[in-house]
Protein backbone atom coordinates (compact mmCIF):
# COMPACT_ATOMS: atom_id res chain seq x y z
CA UNK A 1 0.00 0.00 0.00
CA UNK A 2 1.05 3.64 -1.32
CA UNK A 3 0.69 6.47 1.13
CA UNK A 4 -1.48 8.99 -0.78
CA UNK A 5 0.41 11.51 0.28
CA UNK A 6 2.09 13.64 -2.69
CA UNK A 7 5.59 15.60 -2.22
CA UNK A 8 6.13 16.54 -5.45
CA UNK A 9 4.79 16.03 -9.15
CA UNK A 10 7.08 15.50 -12.39
CA UNK A 11 6.64 15.24 -16.34
CA UNK A 12 8.31 11.92 -17.31
CA UNK A 13 8.38 10.89 -21.32
CA UNK A 14 7.35 7.54 -22.00
CA UNK A 15 9.03 6.91 -25.72
CA UNK A 16 7.05 3.93 -25.78
CA UNK A 17 3.72 5.54 -25.94
CA UNK A 18 4.72 8.52 -27.14
CA UNK A 19 3.32 10.76 -24.16
CA UNK A 20 4.84 12.58 -20.94
CA UNK A 21 2.90 11.20 -18.21
CA UNK A 22 2.66 12.75 -14.70
CA UNK A 23 4.01 11.30 -12.04
CA UNK A 24 3.94 11.39 -8.32
CA UNK A 25 6.55 11.69 -5.88
CA UNK A 26 5.43 9.27 -2.85
CA UNK A 27 6.68 6.91 -0.36
CA UNK A 28 6.09 3.36 -0.83
CA UNK A 29 5.15 0.62 1.57
CA UNK A 30 8.64 0.15 1.98
CA UNK A 31 9.10 3.81 3.10
CA UNK A 32 11.40 4.65 0.00
CA UNK A 33 10.51 7.61 -2.15
CA UNK A 34 9.10 6.63 -5.53
CA UNK A 35 7.25 7.93 -8.46
CA UNK A 36 4.12 6.90 -9.67
CA UNK A 37 1.87 7.86 -12.19
CA UNK A 38 -1.34 10.18 -11.39
CA UNK A 39 -4.21 8.73 -12.16
CA UNK A 40 -7.18 11.19 -11.18
CA UNK A 41 -10.20 10.67 -10.67
CA UNK A 42 -12.58 12.28 -13.40
CA UNK A 43 -16.01 11.72 -11.98
CA UNK A 44 -18.29 9.15 -10.72
CA UNK A 45 -18.30 6.05 -12.37
CA UNK A 46 -15.54 7.28 -14.17
CA UNK A 47 -12.47 5.10 -13.92
CA UNK A 48 -9.02 6.90 -13.05
CA UNK A 49 -6.76 7.34 -16.22
CA UNK A 50 -3.30 8.47 -16.17
CA UNK A 51 -2.78 12.31 -16.58
CA UNK A 52 -0.50 12.90 -19.82
CA UNK A 53 0.25 15.80 -22.20
CA UNK A 54 1.36 15.57 -25.18
CA UNK A 55 3.72 18.65 -25.60
CA UNK A 56 6.64 18.79 -23.28
CA UNK A 57 6.44 22.64 -22.74
CA UNK A 58 3.14 21.96 -21.03
CA UNK A 59 3.81 19.03 -19.25
CA UNK A 60 6.96 20.49 -17.88
CA UNK A 61 5.14 23.62 -16.63
CA UNK A 62 1.67 21.89 -14.92
CA UNK A 63 4.04 19.56 -13.39
CA UNK A 64 6.07 22.35 -11.64
CA UNK A 65 2.82 24.41 -11.60
CA UNK A 66 1.75 20.95 -9.07
CA UNK A 67 4.95 20.63 -6.95
CA UNK A 68 4.99 24.57 -6.06
CA UNK A 69 1.43 23.94 -4.78
CA UNK A 70 2.31 21.43 -2.96
CA UNK A 71 4.80 24.06 -0.69
CA UNK A 72 7.38 21.18 0.54
CA UNK A 73 10.95 22.22 0.78
CA UNK A 74 13.28 20.18 -1.10
CA UNK A 75 16.35 22.34 0.51
CA UNK A 76 18.47 19.50 1.43
CA UNK A 77 20.78 21.94 2.65
CA UNK A 78 18.55 23.61 4.81
CA UNK A 79 16.34 20.36 5.77
CA UNK A 80 19.63 18.65 6.88
CA UNK A 81 20.44 22.03 9.12
CA UNK A 82 16.98 21.80 10.53
CA UNK A 83 17.73 18.17 11.75
CA UNK A 84 14.78 16.88 9.81
CA UNK A 85 14.19 12.69 9.42
CA UNK A 86 15.84 10.47 6.95
CA UNK A 87 12.62 10.14 4.95
CA UNK A 88 12.62 13.79 4.05
CA UNK A 89 15.36 13.96 3.35
CA UNK A 90 15.30 11.01 0.86
CA UNK A 91 12.34 12.51 -0.62
CA UNK A 92 14.70 15.55 -1.59
CA UNK A 93 17.44 13.73 -2.90
CA UNK A 94 14.54 11.36 -5.40
CA UNK A 95 13.12 14.94 -6.38
CA UNK A 96 16.37 16.57 -6.95
CA UNK A 97 17.89 14.11 -8.78
CA UNK A 98 15.32 13.88 -10.93
CA UNK A 99 14.95 17.90 -11.66
CA UNK A 100 18.89 17.73 -12.35
CA UNK A 101 18.64 14.72 -14.91
CA UNK A 102 16.04 16.86 -16.82
CA UNK A 103 18.13 19.61 -16.58
CA UNK A 104 21.14 17.75 -17.86
CA UNK A 105 19.48 16.31 -20.79
CA UNK A 106 18.00 19.33 -21.87
CA UNK A 107 21.22 21.25 -21.62
CA UNK A 108 22.52 18.41 -23.57
CA UNK A 109 19.92 18.78 -26.22
CA UNK A 110 20.35 22.54 -26.80
CA UNK A 111 23.84 22.40 -26.99
CA UNK A 112 23.82 19.33 -29.31
CA UNK A 113 21.37 21.48 -31.93
CA UNK A 114 23.55 24.19 -31.47
CA UNK A 115 26.31 22.34 -32.83
CA UNK A 116 24.35 21.68 -35.97
CA UNK A 117 23.10 25.16 -36.61
CA UNK A 118 24.13 25.24 -39.96
CA UNK A 119 23.78 21.97 -40.87
CA UNK A 120 20.71 21.35 -43.66
CA UNK A 121 18.09 18.79 -43.93
CA UNK A 122 18.68 16.74 -47.26
CA UNK A 123 15.92 17.33 -49.89
CA UNK A 124 13.17 14.38 -49.20
CA UNK A 125 13.47 13.42 -53.55
CA UNK A 126 17.06 12.63 -51.52
CA UNK A 127 15.97 10.15 -49.10
CA UNK A 128 15.61 6.47 -49.55
CA UNK A 129 13.93 3.94 -47.63
CA UNK A 130 11.63 1.11 -47.34
CA UNK A 131 8.45 3.03 -48.41
CA UNK A 132 7.13 6.11 -49.30
CA UNK A 133 5.61 6.55 -45.95
CA UNK A 134 9.44 5.97 -43.84
CA UNK A 135 10.86 7.88 -46.38
CA UNK A 136 8.09 11.09 -45.25
CA UNK A 137 8.73 10.03 -41.62
CA UNK A 138 12.12 10.57 -41.90
CA UNK A 139 12.19 14.06 -44.42
CA UNK A 140 9.75 15.93 -41.78
CA UNK A 141 12.06 14.54 -38.23
CA UNK A 142 15.09 15.84 -40.35
CA UNK A 143 13.16 19.46 -40.57
CA UNK A 144 13.62 19.51 -37.16
CA UNK A 145 17.27 17.68 -36.87
CA UNK A 146 19.00 17.41 -39.52
CA UNK A 147 21.74 15.91 -37.69
CA UNK A 148 19.96 12.15 -36.65
CA UNK A 149 20.56 9.11 -37.52
CA UNK A 150 18.05 6.80 -35.49
CA UNK A 151 14.59 7.67 -35.94
CA UNK A 152 11.15 6.53 -35.26
CA UNK A 153 9.19 6.10 -38.37
CA UNK A 154 5.57 4.38 -38.53
CA UNK A 155 2.51 4.68 -36.79
CA UNK A 156 0.91 3.37 -33.56
CA UNK A 157 1.89 -0.40 -32.93
CA UNK A 158 3.80 -0.66 -36.17
CA UNK A 159 6.63 1.70 -35.59
CA UNK A 160 10.19 0.62 -36.00
CA UNK A 161 13.49 1.96 -35.72
CA UNK A 162 15.19 3.46 -39.02
CA UNK A 163 18.67 3.88 -38.63
CA UNK A 164 21.16 5.43 -41.53
CA UNK A 165 24.92 6.04 -41.72
CA UNK A 166 24.62 8.94 -43.92
CA UNK A 167 21.29 10.16 -43.42
CA UNK A 168 19.98 9.72 -46.93
CA UNK A 169 20.02 5.86 -47.12
CA UNK A 170 17.47 4.54 -44.66
CA UNK A 171 16.34 0.47 -43.43
CA UNK A 172 14.09 -0.47 -41.24
CA UNK A 173 15.92 -2.32 -37.84
CA UNK A 174 12.74 -4.07 -37.28
CA UNK A 175 9.57 -4.43 -39.11
CA UNK A 176 6.60 -2.91 -36.99
CA UNK A 177 5.87 -3.80 -33.17
CA UNK A 178 8.40 -1.75 -31.81
CA UNK A 179 9.71 -2.38 -28.48
CA UNK A 180 9.82 -0.46 -25.23
CA UNK A 181 13.93 -0.15 -25.38
CA UNK A 182 13.59 0.68 -29.81
CA UNK A 183 11.02 3.59 -28.63
CA UNK A 184 13.80 4.58 -26.02
CA UNK A 185 16.87 4.53 -28.40
CA UNK A 186 14.52 6.80 -30.76
CA UNK A 187 13.99 9.23 -28.41
CA UNK A 188 17.40 9.23 -26.64
CA UNK A 189 19.19 9.91 -30.53
CA UNK A 190 17.59 13.68 -30.16
CA UNK A 191 21.19 13.82 -28.20
CA UNK A 192 23.64 11.09 -28.17
CA UNK A 193 23.22 11.40 -32.84
CA UNK A 194 23.93 15.05 -31.74
CA UNK A 195 27.21 14.30 -30.44
CA UNK A 196 28.58 11.60 -32.98
CA UNK A 197 27.20 8.30 -29.87
CA UNK A 198 25.10 5.88 -30.57
CA UNK A 199 21.37 6.03 -28.80
CA UNK A 200 21.61 2.22 -27.69
CA UNK A 201 24.60 2.43 -25.82
CA UNK A 202 24.38 2.41 -21.86
CA UNK A 203 22.75 6.20 -21.21
CA UNK A 204 25.14 6.63 -18.04
CA UNK A 205 27.78 6.32 -20.03
CA UNK A 206 27.25 8.05 -23.19
CA UNK A 207 25.94 11.26 -21.27
CA UNK A 208 29.77 11.09 -19.32
CA UNK A 209 30.91 11.16 -22.89
CA UNK A 210 29.11 14.01 -23.53
CA UNK A 211 30.20 15.67 -20.46
CA UNK A 212 33.60 15.31 -21.63
CA UNK A 213 32.92 16.93 -24.93
CA UNK A 214 31.14 19.86 -23.35
CA UNK A 215 34.01 21.06 -21.42
CA UNK A 216 35.36 23.23 -24.09
CA UNK A 217 32.26 24.74 -24.52
CA UNK A 218 32.14 25.26 -20.87
CA UNK A 219 35.24 27.22 -21.18
CA UNK A 220 34.15 29.25 -24.22
CA UNK A 221 30.74 30.27 -22.05
CA UNK A 222 33.05 32.34 -19.99
CA UNK A 223 33.65 35.20 -22.75
CA UNK A 224 29.80 35.42 -22.75
CA UNK A 225 28.58 38.40 -21.63
CA UNK A 226 25.26 36.91 -19.55
CA UNK A 227 28.10 34.63 -18.22
CA UNK A 228 30.25 37.12 -17.20
CA UNK A 229 27.55 39.46 -15.49
CA UNK A 230 26.21 36.55 -13.77
CA UNK A 231 29.62 35.52 -12.52
CA UNK A 232 30.42 39.07 -11.41
CA UNK A 233 26.78 39.62 -9.11
CA UNK A 234 28.35 35.84 -7.90
CA UNK A 235 31.53 37.32 -6.96
CA UNK A 236 30.09 40.58 -5.58
CA UNK A 237 28.06 38.19 -3.36
CA UNK A 238 31.12 36.30 -1.92
CA UNK A 239 30.50 33.11 -3.96
CA UNK A 240 33.58 32.32 -5.54
CA UNK A 241 31.76 28.95 -7.64
CA UNK A 242 28.89 28.41 -9.57
CA UNK A 243 27.75 25.33 -10.53
CA UNK A 244 26.46 24.49 -14.09
CA UNK A 245 25.59 21.17 -14.48
CA UNK A 246 28.93 18.96 -14.02
CA UNK A 247 31.09 22.20 -13.99
CA UNK A 248 32.41 24.57 -11.20
CA UNK A 249 33.11 28.10 -12.71
CA UNK A 250 35.42 28.16 -10.39
CA UNK A 251 37.46 31.52 -9.01
CA UNK A 252 41.40 32.04 -8.20
CA UNK A 253 42.13 35.19 -7.21
CA UNK A 254 45.97 34.39 -6.76
CA UNK A 255 48.30 35.17 -9.41
CA UNK A 256 45.81 36.94 -11.85
CA UNK A 257 43.92 33.43 -12.75
CA UNK A 258 40.30 34.76 -12.08
CA UNK A 259 37.37 32.41 -13.56
CA UNK A 260 38.29 28.72 -14.43
CA UNK A 261 36.54 25.82 -15.07
CA UNK A 262 36.98 22.54 -12.92
CA UNK A 263 34.86 19.22 -13.03
CA UNK A 264 32.64 18.13 -10.61
CA UNK A 265 33.57 14.54 -9.18
CA UNK A 266 32.20 11.51 -6.12
CA UNK A 267 32.96 11.85 -3.13
CA UNK A 268 33.26 7.88 -3.72
CA UNK A 269 31.92 5.14 -6.01
CA UNK A 270 29.47 4.50 -3.30
CA UNK A 271 28.10 7.66 -3.26
CA UNK A 272 28.84 8.45 -7.04
CA UNK A 273 24.87 9.50 -7.01
CA UNK A 274 24.73 11.32 -3.88
CA UNK A 275 22.81 14.57 -4.50
CA UNK A 276 24.37 17.78 -3.53
CA UNK A 277 23.62 20.70 -1.85
CA UNK A 278 21.92 23.48 -3.47
CA UNK A 279 24.47 25.80 -1.85
CA UNK A 280 26.87 25.78 0.79
CA UNK A 281 31.42 25.75 1.25
CA UNK A 282 33.59 23.93 -0.36
CA UNK A 283 36.97 23.74 1.77
CA UNK A 284 39.83 23.55 -0.29
CA UNK A 285 43.34 22.48 0.53
CA UNK A 286 44.49 21.99 -3.58
CA UNK A 287 44.61 23.07 -6.78
CA UNK A 288 42.82 20.13 -8.30
CA UNK A 289 40.75 20.40 -11.18
CA UNK A 290 38.03 17.80 -9.58
CA UNK A 291 35.39 19.81 -7.41
CA UNK A 292 33.04 17.18 -4.61
CA UNK A 293 30.24 19.10 -3.38
CA UNK A 294 28.84 18.53 0.13
CA UNK A 295 25.94 16.91 0.41
CA UNK A 296 24.08 14.72 2.92
CA UNK A 297 24.00 11.00 3.50
CA UNK A 298 20.89 8.95 4.57
CA UNK A 299 21.30 9.14 7.88
CA UNK A 300 21.65 13.02 7.69
CA UNK A 301 25.50 12.90 8.00
CA UNK A 302 27.36 16.11 6.19
CA UNK A 303 29.91 15.16 4.18
CA UNK A 304 32.38 18.54 3.36
CA UNK A 305 32.37 19.94 -0.16
CA UNK A 306 36.99 19.67 -1.02
CA UNK A 307 38.72 19.69 -4.54
CA UNK A 308 41.27 17.13 -5.59
CA UNK A 309 42.13 15.77 -8.70
CA UNK A 310 41.16 12.99 -10.54
CA UNK A 311 42.31 9.58 -10.66
CA UNK A 312 45.58 8.99 -12.88
CA UNK A 313 46.28 12.96 -12.58
CA UNK A 314 48.38 12.12 -9.53
CA UNK A 315 48.37 14.09 -6.57
CA UNK A 316 46.60 17.55 -6.72
CA UNK A 317 49.26 20.72 -5.78
CA UNK A 318 48.43 21.71 -2.46
CA UNK A 319 47.31 25.04 -1.07
CA UNK A 320 50.14 26.47 1.93
CA UNK A 321 48.96 25.11 5.13
CA UNK A 322 47.44 29.06 5.87
CA UNK A 323 45.79 29.17 2.91
CA UNK A 324 43.07 26.67 2.86
CA UNK A 325 40.12 28.42 1.62
CA UNK A 326 36.46 28.03 2.25
CA UNK A 327 34.65 28.42 -0.87
CA UNK A 328 30.80 29.64 -0.72
CA UNK A 329 28.94 28.37 -3.57
CA UNK A 330 25.88 28.25 -5.57
CA UNK A 331 24.20 26.12 -8.41
CA UNK A 332 22.58 27.36 -11.56
CA UNK A 333 18.89 26.17 -11.90
CA UNK A 334 18.26 24.40 -15.19
CA UNK A 335 16.41 26.76 -17.16
CA UNK A 336 19.12 29.26 -16.22
CA UNK A 337 22.04 27.41 -17.63
CA UNK A 338 19.94 26.15 -21.10
CA UNK A 339 18.63 29.66 -21.28
CA UNK A 340 22.54 30.73 -21.06
CA UNK A 341 23.43 28.47 -24.27
CA UNK A 342 20.56 30.60 -25.89
CA UNK A 343 16.99 28.88 -26.14
CA UNK A 344 14.90 27.68 -23.03
CA UNK A 345 12.45 24.51 -24.45
CA UNK A 346 10.46 25.09 -21.03
CA UNK A 347 9.42 27.46 -19.04
CA UNK A 348 9.60 28.10 -15.24
Partial sequence: ?????????????????NW?????LLIGANGEPV?????????????????????????????????RELGHNFDIAALGENGQSSTMLKLSKAYLASRRREDEEAMMFVEGKRRHAGTVAPPRTAITAGSE???????RALQE?????????????????????????????TNGYISR????????????????????????????????????????????????EMLAEALAAGRHAVVLDRFVFWYEPEGGIGWTVKEIGAYDAAH????????????????????????????????????????????AKPRKPDEAKEIAFTRLQGDAMVGLLGELPYGP
Avoid: C
Fill in 20 to 24: WFLEN
Fill in 35 to 67: WKRRRPQLGMGVPPRAEVERDETEAKQLARKLT
Fill in 181 to 228: QGATWGHRARIADAFGLHPSQHWGRTKAAIRKMLLPRAIDMLQLQPMK
Fill in 145 to 173: LPYLRTIVVGRGVTRSLAHSTDGLNWRRL
Fill in 133 to 139: EDADDIH
Fill in 1 to 17: MIDAKVYAVRANYDAYY
Fill in 272 to 315: ADAVEWAAGTIISRNFGRIVVLPFIKDDGTHVAGHTRNAPGDGP
